[in-house]
Nanobody
Framework: QVQLVESGGGLVQAGGFLRISCAVS????????MAWIRQAPGKERELVGW????????YYTDSVKGRFTISRDTSYNTVYLQMNSLKPEDTALYYC???????????????YGQGTQVTVSS
């Protein structure tokens, strides 16, 4: 079992930046990949990117490459999503999720947090 609690969402203007966090707890975290997944109103969940817990390898979906950065602090069991150059289309509920492998399908992730809202105004 993995427990995930997101924090740090809010309202930001287009072009601005925001960092959201995910507090992680549970056993055998080195067996997991930590992902950020978002869901905009009326749309399906979409993978933003993921980070391997052990080696810190990362993957990003094309729409956020060069703007978003995922990192983790294994000492504090926290995963971060740094979002720069935000666009109105980045507005969504952002979830932290854990799964056994880094894949594109949000359905493949076994554990989800409750989500944190990010709203980007134009």
């Amino acid at each position: 079992q993995v427990q995930l609690v997101e924090s740090g969402g809010g309202l930001v203007q287009a072009g601005g930046f925001l960092r959201i966090s995910c507090a992680v707890s549970g056993r055998d975290l080195n067996h997991y990949v930590m992902a950020w997944i978002r869901q905009a109103p009326g749309k399906e969940r979409e993978l933003v990117g993921w980070i391997g817990w052990t080696y810190g390898d990362t993957y990003y979906t094309d729409s956020v490459k060069g703007r978003f950065t995922i990192s983790r602090d294994t000492s504090y069991n926290t995963v971060y999503l740094q979002m720069n150059s935000l666009k109105p289309e980045d507005t969504a509920l952002y979830y932290c999720a854990a799964g056994r492998a880094g894949v594109a399908s949000p359905n493949a992730y076994n554990f989800y947090g409750q989500g944190t809202q990010v709203t980007v105004s134009s």
